[in-house]
């Protein structure tokens, strides 16, 4: 319960600090670190307009969307304090019950028989069947490591002990860090302040989107990225009491957003042609995480 | 006893009166034989799936020895399976036949192939004597191709037909040679002889004897790369024989290969090891080909070859604990198998279904025609929509129970294992994930492009929903799909028999399910439900939020363009464009290309079609070759009557002579011996 409770606070703030590191970055002030959140709630408030090819799948797609970040939130844990559900294997499910979101905002893309939501659709589809393997074996990794395979027991299990396991732990954060960067659509893959349909992945497929519905789309992706904050956080906190723990909890969320607004200061958006490959190379990053448990569990002889 | 003649004389009884039969009184007569011959068989395999074991020895003749009926857990949880999918295939196919009244002959043939298979396939499930079986199983191959030929009067039916029709002998030529091996050796065709003679013969040989079986079996199971009449088969048949087809004809491959693996007793562990390998290849290539399927049923053949892989990878998995003595290991494989055989029965035969109505309503299957039919008929969208996402494996529908399953075994087994099977268990997720992440694309683009958007083409005819009672046999199967979903444990008790039969454990209890990996099923059923209701709860609050607000309605936003076609959307094509680039590799088009040229062009078109590289290398390489070779000899062939009587008394003259010839050689080689 705690975990979901301090997921939800921090995706209050998480992607007002991307906007305002990004201001500053780039010389201006900037809006307030709520500002996300007040448009929210005015979306929340407004009517909405649909396009008259779309159908019932449109109407319920952002539903679905949030309600399956939502369920991927409750398996989360938190240091020494399980998810709202916590069983064995139960990284499967959180990696599926997102595909199911994923699924249904393609669709809903489709939906609106726009050619630019189609484009967008496609590439969503594409990428993000190339993030998964990545997520599969870094959990998979981690759980021959710990001997456990629910998120619980593995991050409570995770002790930080030899230089390899440092190694591990730096690159486990980065595969995270990008993986959360892909499901969420942000630099290097795809840019959400771009102007031009053409070159945009997840914020074209929400064109037709306004309203409540644009509201629940937004809030999953703050609360998705204060998801993936979360599982980088359990790679440090472990055994941590909370008294110390939950400070850590929003100091690292906060200097993960500060990071994601940086690197999307300071980078330039990959080719869209690049982008799969780049994704793979993704996996053979969590590949090498595979190996250095090999190490550090000595299955080389 | 008297059952076993009752189910015998059943389809008999009914193959003679069915002729006789109006329309109406046919379709009664059809559904009663389907439904005792279920009734019969499920009473049986009910009480199986408890623990019993039932054995009939029938006296049987001089030629086929003794013919022992045994049904244990194994053969009741396929039978359940096939008088599901014939029931509800039978009802659903009833209906989809009254479009094609007037072709009354074909009709009667086509009932009476369809009770011979329902019989054929569930005999297979019990019989265990070697020659027996292979009557059954060809009266199920001649069966399944006749109801395949339909309609027989297209040339691409018959072809395909044809194909199948030669492949499924080919799997035939290599069951006889095993069975015959056996009773070369034993003297007898009883499946229990084979357990002798496997575990007093070498290692090798029953090896042998067990890749000739799984080749057999293969065959009609579909595995890369024996699967490629199956990518022609689907979509020539009516629907609801291709739901059949998929959901339990190949399954009856399956079978055949599980209940080998019970009586060969050899080094699992190797056996584990190849059919993993052959089942990865064959779930990555299954999809990575589907992706790229235009023809809608063509599309699910091959995810049909892809939930094969899928089950295979569970089978190998079982094998492996078997053959490293983990039983909890060869537990989670085998139960992943069983339960994902159910599973893909279950959403493959709804999506076929869906797939015959979309086909009767606008008598096409090409996806690149199709679109908007959400509108039209909103109750077919929904029920693909359900398999759509039962089959990429998402919860909360079974697919995901299933393949959870699988996962939780390997990420089990990586606890338990070595650097070699480390990298495997590593590759073998690798490979399941991606095949998770490629099915999503597919059926998004299949559902999106077939049910979304505006129509792509106009259809001459009126596109209308189909009547109630076609759709109420695919409302069962949706049903059947969320309640594994969310009541996934009881189906996994259901398994306890036939999972322990398969690792060999016949004490194998709940409790051993009660271990650590799958005590999980009871949260994921909860989780289930909570993202129900919290998708209905939010729907609600949705409403009540916008109930005081204007809801307008605009044609899409068209990026400043305001008079968008319906021809600017995207199609499927265009959809997995940049995956076919990535994947160029692997794929294999035929283009057709006329540009447009000169100042005034006239016309200009572009056509691409995909292709099967496996099929190219082994079906139309080695058979161009032979024809080649064949054609050497074509001067025999002359259309010369005289010539023809000639060879016909050099072949009389050959056949009485070698004999005598023979002799005379012995006696010349004797003789060149002496010297």
């Known amino acids: ?301 | 006893m008297i059952f076993i003649y009752t189910f015998l004389a059943t389809p008999i009884l009914a193959i003679l009166l069915l002729p006789l039969f109006k329309e109406k009184g046919r379709g009664f007569l059809f559904s009663l034989v389907v439904i005792i011959q279920a009734i019969i068989t499920s009473y049986f395999s009910i009480q199986t799936l408890m623990g019993q074991v039932f054995e009939v020895i029938l006296p049987g003749s001089l030629i086929t020895g003794p013919i022992p009926i045994r049904a244990d857990a194994l053969s009741g949880w396929f039978m359940l399976i096939i008088n599901l999918v014939f029931i509800t295939g039978g009802i659903y196919g009833i209906h989809y036949l009254k479009a094609y009244k007037e072709k009354r002959n074909s009709i009667i043939l086509h009932g009476i192939s369809f009770i011979l298979m329902h019989s054929s396939l569930l005999s297979l499930c019990v019989i265990q004597n070697g020659l027996v079986f292979l009557i059954a199983w060809e009266i199920m191959a001649l069966s399944s191709f006749i109801t395949v030929i339909f309609e027989s009067e297209k040339q691409a039916v018959i072809k395909s037909g044809i194909n199948y029709f030669i492949q499924s002998h080919v799997a035939i030529v290599f069951l006889t040679l095993g069975f015959i091996w056996v009773a070369l050796n034993t003297g007898s065709y009883d499946f229990k002889d084979i357990i002798v003679f496997t575990e007093n013969s070498g290692n090798a040989e029953s090896m042998v004897l067990f890749i000739c079986f799984f080749i057999g079996f293969s065959l009609k199971a579909g595995f890369v790369p024996f699967h490629t009449w199956l990518p022609y088969a689907h979509p020539a048949a009516p629907a609801h024989i291709s739901g059949i087809m998929s959901g339990v004809l190949i399954k009856i491959g399956i079978f055949g290969i599980l209940r080998m693996a019970t009586v060969i007793k050899t080094d699992y562990l190797t056996i584990g090891y190849m059919i993993l390998a052959i089942a990865v290849v064959s779930s990555l290539y299954g999809v990575m080909l589907a992706i790229v399927q235009h023809n809608l049923k063509r599309l699910l053949a091959y995810h049909s070859i892809e939930n094969i892989g899928i089950i295979g990878i569970g089978i190998s998995i079982g094998c492996i604990g078997l053959g490293n003595g983990n039983i909890f290991l060869s537990a989670l494989g085998f139960a992943g198998a069983l339960l994902h055989t159910l599973n893909h029965a279950l959403f493959k035969s709804l999506l076929f279904y869906t797939a015959g109505t979309i086909y009767q309503a606008t008598h096409t299957l090409n996806v690149e025609h199709l679109g908007g039919l959400i509108k039209k008929m909103p109750k077919t969208a929904l029920l693909f929509l359900v398999a759509a996402i039962a089959i990429c494996g998402i919860p909360p529908f079974n697919g995901f129970i299933s393949e959870f399953v699988i996962y939780s075994g390997l990420y089990h087994w990586i606890n338990n294992a070595l650097l070699v099977s480390l990298v495997i268990i590593i590759f073998t997720i690798l490979a399941l994930v991606m095949v998770g992440g490629l099915a999503l694309l597919c059926f998004t683009k299949a559902f999106g492009i077939v049910f979304l958007g505006s129509p792509r083409q106009k259809i001459n005819n009126e596109v209308k929903e189909a009547p109630f009672f076609q759709l109420l046999p695919l409302y069962i199967i949706a049903a059947f799909i969320l309640f594994i979903g969310l009541f996934p444990k009881l189906f996994l008790s259901l398994l306890v028999k036939p999972v322990g039969l398969l690792s060999g454990n016949e004490f194998l209890t709940i409790l051993t399910f009660e271990g650590k990996a799958v005590q999980a099923l009871q949260p994921i059923g909860w989780a289930a439900m909570g993202l129900i209701v919290l998708v209905v709860l939010i729907l609600f609050l949705r409403r009540f939020a916008q109930r005081k607000q204007n809801i307008g309605v605009e044609s899409t936003w068209g990026c400043g363009y305001i008079a968008p076609t319906s021809k600017q959307q995207y199609t499927a094509g265009s959809f997995v464009k940049s995956y076919s680039k990535f994947f160029g590799g692997i794929l294999m088009f035929h283009q057709k290309e006329k540009e447009i040229q000169g100042i005034f062009p006239s016309e200009g078109h572009y056509e691409s079609h995909s292709y099967d590289k496996i099929e190219k290398w082994i079906i139309d390489k080695p058979i161009a070759a032979y024809k080649n070779f064949m054609g050497k000899f074509l001067f025999l062939h002359n259309g010369n009557l005289q010539n023809y009587i000639l060879y016909g008394i050099v072949f009389i003259v050959l056949v009485i002579c070698i004999p005598l010839f023979y002799e005379k050689f012995v006696a010349f080689i004797q003789f060149f011996k002496q010297l």
């Open chain 1, 1 to 301: 319960m705690l975990s979901f409770a301090l997921i939800v606070v921090a995706g209050f703030f998480f992607t007002g600090i991307i906007i305002r590191t990004k201001s500053i970055a780039s010389g201006r002030k900037g809006p307030g670190i709520f500002q996300p959140i007040k448009d929210v709630i005015r979306l929340f408030r407004k009517g909405s307009v649909y396009s008259r090819t779309t159908s019932v799948i449109f109407q319920i797609a952002p539903t679905i969307y949030f309600a399956s970040v939502i369920m991927a939130i409750v398996v989360v844990p938190f240091g020494q304090s399980k998810g709202v559900i916590s069983f064995n294997g139960d990284f499967i499910f959180f990696a599926y019950v997102l595909a199911l979101g994923k699924f249904f905002n393609i669709i809903s893309a489709m939906d609106t028989g726009s050619s630019f939501e189609g484009m967008g659709a496609s590439r969503e589809a594409l990428y993000s069947m190339f993030a998964e393997p990545a997520f599969f074996i870094l959990i998979g990794s981690l759980a021959l490591l710990t001997g456990f395979t629910s998120f619980y027991e593995i991050f409570s299990a995770l002790h930080v002990g030899s230089y390899i396991s440092y190694a591990i732990t730096v690159l486990a954060t980065f595969v995270l860090v990008m993986i959360a960067m892909i499901e969420n659509s942000r630099m290097p893959i795809d840019d959400p302040k771009t102007h031009l349909e053409l070159t945009m992945i997840h914020e074209v497929m929400i064109l037709d989107n306004s309203g409540f519905d644009f509201g629940l789309i937004l809030t999953a992706g703050y609360l998705k990225f204060a998801l993936y904050g979360a599982l980088i956080v359990n790679l440090f906190i472990g055994i941590v009491r909370y008294e110390y723990a939950i400070p850590m909890f929003f100091i690292i969320q906060f200097a993960m957003a500060v990071a994601i607004g940086l690197i999307e200061s300071f980078t330039a958006r990959f080719r869209m042609s690049h982008n799969a490959q780049f994704i793979v190379a993704l996996t053979s990053v969590s590949l090498l995480i595979f190996f250095g448990v090999l190490l550090i569990l000595g299955k080389f002889i």
